[in-house]
């Protein structure tokens, strides 16, 4: 079973916007991690973020965590036609190598 | 430095057929986690190895089975493939005792069961 849920599941803006996403989970989680897939490859990790911080920035991107409402949200400023991809957000239960587990994702296309 | 390896890239097989698929970690990673990818969904845990032992196990049948080498490269062996068992394999490596929780992911292996 999934342990997140990102919303929208379809996401379609111009070129010069931001994007937003959210992901919801279910159970307490030790860090929330988002990743980015490019047309069903592999996927590439985006940022992390552990349940003790609530904000985290790495250059045009923004994750949120909410963990009293168990959601997330990641923030794409100023798109670009490149960062049109899929985006999943992956809980983390415990610390270390432990199993990722991955909502079903939002794909994002980004206009030119 | 090569990141993770996965082959083979694409694969058929029919019914009743089993299938192995490779996985070579990224340099100096010593743990292998497989996913289960299905088309419009989000990767499921199949299981993880680490010093050549079954580590974590998702919720799959005892078809899906795999092994970890010496060198830290790692199999997943199918059995009894169903129409179901089409999907994008991934395959990921972390080092199990390092700060950052990060997965590295590999290409992938597309599956398609006739």
């Known amino acids: 079973s999934q342990q997140g849920e990102e919303d929208p599941q379809a996401l379609s803006i111009q070129e010069g916007e931001n994007a937003t996403m959210n992901c919801s989970y279910k159970?307490?989680?030790?860090?929330l991690q988002w990743y980015r897939q490019n047309s069903g490859r592999g996927l590439v990790h985006l940022i992390l973020i552990r349940s003790n911080e609530r904000e985290k920035h790495s250059g045009r991107l923004r994750v949120t965590l909410d963990t009293s409402k168990k959601s997330s949200s990641l923030l794409i400023t100023a798109s670009r036609a490149a960062d049109t991809a899929s985006y999943f957000c992956a809980t983390g239960l415990r610390g270390g190598s432990e199993k990722l587990v991955f909502g079903k994702g939002t794909k994002l296309t980004v206009n030119p | 430095d090569a990141g993770v390896t996965q082959s083979p890239t694409h694969l058929i097989k029919t019914r009743g057929q089993q299938v192995t698929l490779r996985c070579s970690p990224k340099?100096?990673?010593?743990?292998v986690s497989w996913y289960q990818q299905a088309l419009g969904q989000g990767p499921q845990f199949i299981f993880q190895?680490?010093?050549?032992?079954?580590?974590q196990r998702g919720n799959f049948p005892d078809r899906f089975s795999g092994h970890q080498f010496p060198n830290y490269s790692s199999e997943l062996n199918v059995n009894a493939l169903l129409l179901g068992d089409s999907a994008l394999y991934l395959c990921?490596?972390?080092?199990?005792?390092?700060?950052?929780?990060?997965?590295?992911f590999g290409p992938g292996t597309r599956l398609t069961v006739t």
């Open positions: 190895y680490y010093e050549e032992e079954e580590r």
């Open positions: 340099s100096g990673h010593d743990t």
């Open positions: 990921a490596s972390s080092l199990i005792w390092a700060f950052s929780y990060e997965q590295y």
């Open positions: 159970t307490s989680i030790n860090n």
